[in-house]
């Protein structure tokens, strides 16, 4: 399970002083500071030097700080990891990753901080084990713009084209004990299609989804939480399940459905997770 909470992962551009300013008061559980997408040719050099001051000067609570650098590909990828030495951040993201070896040429350029990937490649889907498995890796993100573009697929509420992709980056993740955040919602402001994706994707079993606007923020917060009946559900459990131990018994019964170790596996990490909220919200 994930130390931290991931419900709700903003992009911010780290171009934007204004919105870097106005992200330290959002109730987001962790923000990306993009030097990729988000930020124009144009503004690409000056960005790193705003947003190295911008982490310098702090005031994003326990929130996750995770920092986009530009594609391997481009010219500005090595300015940015070299702007980022020494900065004050959790996790660097790496864009487009095709496999373990865009880890390691990453890993080869910055000492000792988290890598993750975004996973929107082709490629990368199909590297999945790989990437997760390097030992640097601590997070999938899933670009999911990207993705389709590559795929050719249409956008289509249910994501049926993606799936598959969906999948195999939660599977890989799953596997290695990394998170694994959605992708993004583009229309920033339908908040029912919002919500449902959201319920789709706690429902795959993804950490959060990452978001655009902070207009998003609170439909993430509540869809990736545990429920108060998932709650209330976890200590049931548990308690059913110390109470059957005690009499010998390895199964108990709780609302006409069977309890046993791996259940408890879950609720643990229901009431974990929970907590885990808790603390950053307290701590906001
Ligand atoms: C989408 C936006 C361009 C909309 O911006 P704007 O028109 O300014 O929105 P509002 O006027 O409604 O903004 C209201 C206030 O909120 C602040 N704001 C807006 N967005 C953010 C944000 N992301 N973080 C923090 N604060 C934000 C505004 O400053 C306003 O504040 P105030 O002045 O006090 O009123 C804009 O939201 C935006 O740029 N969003 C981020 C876009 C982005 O990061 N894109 C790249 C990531 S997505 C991606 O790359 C996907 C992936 O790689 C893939 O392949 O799928
Ligand atoms: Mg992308």
């Avoid at 030495?85 to 040429?105: H, M, R, T, W």
């Avoid at 910055?110 to 990368?124: F, H, N, Q, S, V």
């Avoid at 545990?226 to 308690?239: F, K, S, V, Y």
Wanted: charged content about 25%.
């Amino acid at each position: 399970m994930p130390a931290r909470p991931y419900r709700s992962v903003l992009y911010i551009p780290g171009s934007k002083e204004r919105a870097l300013e106005k992200a330290r008061g959002l109730a987001c559980d962790a923000i990306i500071f993009d030097l990729e997408d988000a930020v124009s040719p144009q503004e690409k050099v000056n960005a790193r030097d705003t947003l190295v001051s911008a982490l310098s000067t702090g005031g994003f609570g326990n929130r996750a700080r995770i920092v986009r650098i530009n594609g391997l590909d481009t010219e500005w990828a090595a300015g940015d990891i070299a702007a980022l030495q020494g900065a004050d951040f959790d996790a660097l993201l790496i864009p487009k990753v095709g496999s373990a070896a865009d880890v390691q040429a990453v890993a080869d350029q910055i000492a000792d901080i988290p890598l993750w990937a975004m996973m929107e490649t082709p490629a990368g889907m199909l590297n999945a084990a790989e990437i997760a498995a390097h030992p640097r890796m601590a997070g999938f993100v899933m670009g999911t713009n990207d993705l389709a573009k590559e795929l050719k697929c249409r956008f289509r509420a249910d994501r049926l084209p993606m799936l598959t992709s969906l999948q195999l980056c939660l599977l890989a993740a799953r596997a290695e004990g990394i998170v694994a955040v959605d992708g993004v919602y583009n229309a920033f402001k339908d908040e029912d299609g919002l919500r449902a994706e959201c319920e789709q994707g706690r429902d795959m079993g993804f950490d959060g989804k990452t978001l655009i606007h902070p207009a998003q923020l609170a439909i993430a917060n509540t869809a990736f939480a545990p429920t108060e009946a998932e709650i209330d559900l976890a200590e049931r459990q548990i308690a059913a399940f110390d109470a059957a131990k005690a009499e010998g018994q390895g199964v108990a019964v709780v609302d006409g459905k069977i309890v046993e170790n791996l259940h408890i596996v879950t609720a643990q990490e229901t009431l974990a997770k929970a907590a885990a909220i808790a603390d950053l919200e307290g701590s906001l």
